[in-house]
Structures are given as structure tokens and as C-alpha cells.
């Protein structure tokens, strides 16, 4: 019963113009919002059935399986975005923060200097560069790869929440110095 669900959802949802790839992808992202990363991921995967080089979907898979400590399964659909989009900085990110997790440096130190070359913002750059420097302590803890990985996570997307209100303000600021001009209205009356 449920499979036929299933059909038909993905056939309402092609007739109405949209794969079912897209609508995966879609159901993924809201998953994804909502914190529910398991489901997000089976979203993900089922978007990846339909269309295996779904770039969107292969980053979003490897997001969703960090996020919910499947670290290996992160670096595989990470690895794979990387290999389409070899110039990604959310896939180094992210592929540099698994390999932070499974305590592989090496690897986080190729993936964040990558990244540390792609980044525009100053305070992400310097984060980074702060992260790369630890790698060379010695003995780091589970706890302390945790803590940096969390760390460079969150401070990215502190970076990526202010840059986005910054660009809302200037289409704010935009909008307001835009005036139409008035319109006049003519009487259409006669004066006999």
C-alpha cells in the first residue's frame, strides 16, 4: 500500500513539472531545517536514486550524515560532490570536518587549506587558519576534535547568517530610496 503511495506521489508530482529528484531534494531540505537529519538523508538518498549526479543532493547527503555522526558515510557522498564540483567550499568544509571527526588530519589539513583558499570572509579565514595551526598539537582528544569541528562549523555559519542579513539590508536600503514617481490624475471634466 504504501509503495503505491509512493508512485503516486512521484507521479503528481512530474505532471505538475517537477521531477521526482527535485521533490526529494525539496522533502531533504525541510528534513533538514527541522533537525531531523535521519529522515533528511533518506530524502537525500531517494533524490540520488533518481538522479545519481544531483549535486545539491550528493552535498545535502554528506551535510545530513555529518551532522548525524555518520562520519564515513558523510566522506563518501562528500567525496562524490568533490569529484563534480571540484571547487566547492561547503564540500571541502565539510569533507575537512569528517576527516576532523574520524581523527584523519592529514586529510582535514588538505581539505581546510583548500578551503582557506576559497573563503572571502576574514573572521572564517582566520578560524581556519587558527584550526589548521591545532592540527599540529599533539595527541588530539576525541573531545577536542569535537570541539573544534563544532567550533569552525558554527562559526561559519554564524559568517554565512550575517552575510545573508547584510545582503537583505542593502535590498532593503535599495527599496527605500527607490520612489515611483507621482502619478497625476487629470479631470476628465469639461470647463465650458
Given amino acids: 500500500m504504501s509503495r503505491h503511495w509512493l508512485g503516486m506521489l512521484i507521479g503528481l508530482v512530474c505532471l505538475a513539472g517537477c521531477s521526482a529528484s527535485t521533490a526529494f531534494y525539496l522533502q531533504g531540505n525541510r528534513a533538514m531545517a527541522a533537525g531531523d537529519y535521519d529522515r533528511a538523508a533518506q530524502a537525500f538518498s ?3 536514486i533518481e538522479n545519481p549526479q544531483h ?13 548525524r555522526g555518520a562520519f564515513d558515510a558523510a566522506v563518501d557522498a562528500l567525496e562524490r560532490a568533490q569529484s563534480l564540483v571540484p571547487h566547492d567550499p561547503s564540500a571541502r568544509l565539510y569533507l575537512a570536518l569528517a576527516s576532523l571527526r574520524l581523527g584523519r588530519l592529514d586529510r582535514t589539513r588538505e581539505q581546510l587549506q583548500g578551503f582557506l583558499a576559497q573563503v572571502p570572509s576574514l573572521r572564517v579565514r582566520e578560524q581556519t587558519a587558527r584550526t589548521i595551526a591545532l592540527l599540529d598539537e599533539a595527541n588530539l582528544s ?11 562549523e558554527q562559526g561559519v555559519e554564524r559568517e554565512q547568517a550575517l552575510e545573508s ?11 527605500a530610496l527607490y520612489r515611483p514617481p507621482p502619478q497625476i490624475i487629470q479631470s476628465t471634466r469639461c470647463r465650458c
Fill in 46 to 48: 531517494s533524490a540520488l
Fill in 142 to 152: 576525541d573531545h577536542v576534535r569535537e570541539y573544534m569541528a563544532h567550533s569552525l
Fill in 55 to 67: 549535486v545539491g543532493a550528493l552535498l545535502a547527503l554528506g551535510i545530513a550524515n555529518y551532522r
Fill in 165 to 175: 542579513l547584510a545582503q537583505r539590508v542593502r535590498t532593503l536600503e535599495v527599496e
